[in-house]
């Protein structure tokens, strides 16, 4: 259960965050009294705020959404830099279909045996994405980006979910031995559909989740926490998740 917040490059603060989440600390307190299981920073905030005892996880490439054409991201933080800051893994995301594609499979290859080198996990954030992409939730493009992680050697993989637990046990198969996790994407409409789709995720065997605006944008976010903790670690129902929610 991690909690991402590199959304501030991603996406710029105006897009994700109000007067609340753009302040890193707002987010540790979350990920600390959530019980989340990791927390995941790019360095600059992970060297000016993280003091904390939940695991971090440094993404070492990004980029901002201002460019516009095939995406790529390159590294922007070494892995020793990610291991001397205290992290247990480092992520890396991977533009699978990008006309660029072959530079981050390149990078993240050198950077996942740097990793582990290190003793650091290697976590590859799997997006298709670009021209040749036309539906990155595509179960078949779900499953391809599943698998690539797992060739490329990364020990987790984050994707998108593809709608249906049947189709995404397919993905979580293909992924063989590296651990999925669902990316969790913009806020949902309603807690209910949110929820619905981590049960689906967790039923068709993935270990849980990536998740910020979900979790960060919501008004209970410690609620949102408590009811992924029931279905991620407890195995509930989304109905009994949604009893963390008083009424
Ligand atoms: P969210 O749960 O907020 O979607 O975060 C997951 C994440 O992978 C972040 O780590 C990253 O900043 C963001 O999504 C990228 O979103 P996208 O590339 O889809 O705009």
Redesign the pocket.
Known sequence: MLL?Y??GL??GPSK?FNQKSVDPNYIIDIAEKGKFTGI?FQKGVAEKFYHSKVPLII?VNGKT?LPKGEPIATQICSVKQAKALGAKAVGYTIYLGSAHENIMLQEFGRIQEEAHGLGLAAIA?I?PRGEAVPNDAAPEVVAYAARAGLEAGADAV?IKYTGDSETFRWAVKSAGAAKVFM????KAPTDDAFLTQVKGVIDAGATGL?????VWQHDKPLEMAAALREIIFRDQSVEAALKKFPR
């Open positions: 991402a590199d959304q991603e996406h994700d995941i993404k959404s954030w997006y984050k990316s969790g994407g913009p990536a998740v910020g605006r979900n």
